[in-house]
Antibody, heavy 121, light 109 residues
């Protein structure tokens, strides 16, 4: 059974940094790209970033480009999201998600429960 | 920035059929947008229903189907059940990024 567990969320001041982790189990982690998606409680969904199965290719949504960095460690079955220069607009529940198939364009199927990030002074 | 537009809300009667649509500011939605659909109930994590426009996941109820309709991606629910009341989000792939629609609140009444 596929299982994704996020951690690392918390309260951080504007301009600060945070590193999220997502531990995966139940599937061949190194065979799938991984995404991060966020949701402000009570609001809609926003795609944040993706990393390829081998970690070499990444892509980011415009609101986080240049501030966030996604990476992975296939030896630890873990994907990371390094977040810098945080602003209140980054406050959200952050989910990691497993890519659906081996095809880059095929988004994601399984989601973790998420970790909450609050940016506030 | 690509803007993806969905109906804010729709209502369907139990047993009825309803179609939700997903439009892109970039123009006609085609298969290369690899449309996805997700269902989210209050307090729950989103659940994937459809990927690559028409493909169902192993857990997707047969009453849900995906298609292209009038230049948009579409999710059709045939034979609505009370448990289908939820928020539905579409997701489009464009220019090496993914864009969510604002969601459709579906009421089964």
């Amino acid at each position: 059974q596929v299982h994704l567990v996020e951690s690392g969320g918390g309260v951080v001041q504007p301009g600060g940094s945070l590193r999220l982790s997502c531990a995966a189990s139940g599937f061949t982690f190194s065979a799938y790209g991984m995404h991060w998606v966020r949701q402000v409680p009570g609001k809609g969904l926003e795609w944040v970033a993706v990393v390829s199965d081998d970690g070499w290719h990444t892509q980011y949504g415009d609101p986080v480009k240049g501030r966030f960095s996604i990476s992975r460690d296939n030896s630890k079955n873990t994907v990371y999201l390094e977040m810098n220069r945080l602003t209140p607009e980054d406050t959200a529940l952050y989910h990691c998600a497993k890519r659906t198939t081996g095809r880059w364009q095929d988004a994601f199927d399984i989601w973790g429960q998420g970790t909450m990030v609050t940016v506030s002074s | 920035q690509t803007v993806v537009t969905q109906e804010p809300s729709l209502t369907v009667s139990p047993g009825g059929t309803v179609t939700l649509t997903c439009a892109s500011s970039t123009g006609t939605v085609t298969s290369v947008y690899y449309a996805n659909w997700f269902q989210q109930k209050p307090g729950q994590t989103p659940r994937a229903l459809i990927y690559s426009t028409t493909y169902k996941h192993s857990w997707t109820p047969a009453r849900f189907s995906g298609s292209l309709l009038g230049g948009k991606a579409a999710l059709t629910l045939s034979g609505a059940q009370p448990e289908d009341e939820a928020e539905y989000y579409c997701l489009l792939y464009y220019d090496d990024a993914w864009f969510f629609g604002g969601g459709t609140k579906l009421t089964v009444l």
